[in-house]
Structure formats: C-alpha cells, structure tokens
C-alpha cells in the first residue's frame, strides 16, 4: 500500500488493483501499467535463477504479454520479495537503480537456468520463455524490476 501512496503521487490518474491484473497492479484507464508479483516467505526464499518463485512469476507475465503483446512494451514487471535477490543471478541485474540494471545478462542467466534447469515444477515456464520471440522477450526482461 506505501508503494501505492507512493504511485498517487507522481500519477494521479492511476487505480491501485489488488487480485484482478496482478498481486497488485496500477492501472490507468483499465490497462495495467505495472504489475507487482508479491512472494512472502517467513524463513529466506530462493530467488536464484533456477527457483520456482521466479519462474512462476516469468510463466504469469508471459501469459499476460501473450495474451496482451502490447502490454510489453507498456507495462513495467515488478519482483516484490521479502528475500535478497541471489548474488549474480538475474533478478540482482534487475535493480531498480539504472548502474545496477543489465538486462542482457539477466537474459543471459535465465536462458542458461531454463535449460540447465530439471525442475518440473517450472518446465513449461522455461520452455515458454526459450521459444519466446527475441524482441518481445528482451522487452519483457528491460521492464522488470
């Protein structure tokens, strides 16, 4: 909610959805323009490349950009945790802060966990993100945070 308030500031035009597009979403004029996927863990999470937290976050938005191949471009992917990004995994390449952000290696790393990856659990979100098209995908990655 402190995101929120935070939002109204700066777009006052903005409605603050919880459950509908996302975990939380604003929307402006009904279409998402950041969607949040919240993942709350009690004891420390995994948020390496190879975890499912990530991957069914990556399987929710790219269903949401198939669905919608505009919302891409128009959208900004929020990673909300409660856990510490993995010390050179991709989601610490995914920073808010510009010096830190490298999308390419991000992609680089989450192309190399899907297909390293043996994980059942999270098959189909790594084969849709490997066969996903170039320009799309890398559009996808620069818009999470």
Known sequence: ?????????????????????????????????????????????????????????LAIWIGRVKGDPSAVAEARFVFLTTSQAAPNSALSKLRQSESDRDVDGAIALLLQAASESKSVQTKKARTAFRTMDHSIRQLLVQNIW
């Open 1 to 57: 909610m402190l995101r929120g308030l935070d939002e109204s500031k700066t777009f006052a035009g903005h409605a603050l959805t919880i459950e509908k597009f996302d975990d939380i979403a604003f929307e402006d004029d009904g279409r998402p323009v950041e969607l949040i996927q919240t993942k709350h863990h009690c004891k420390p999470g995994d948020t390496s490349d190879k975890s499912v937290d990530v991957w069914k976050t």
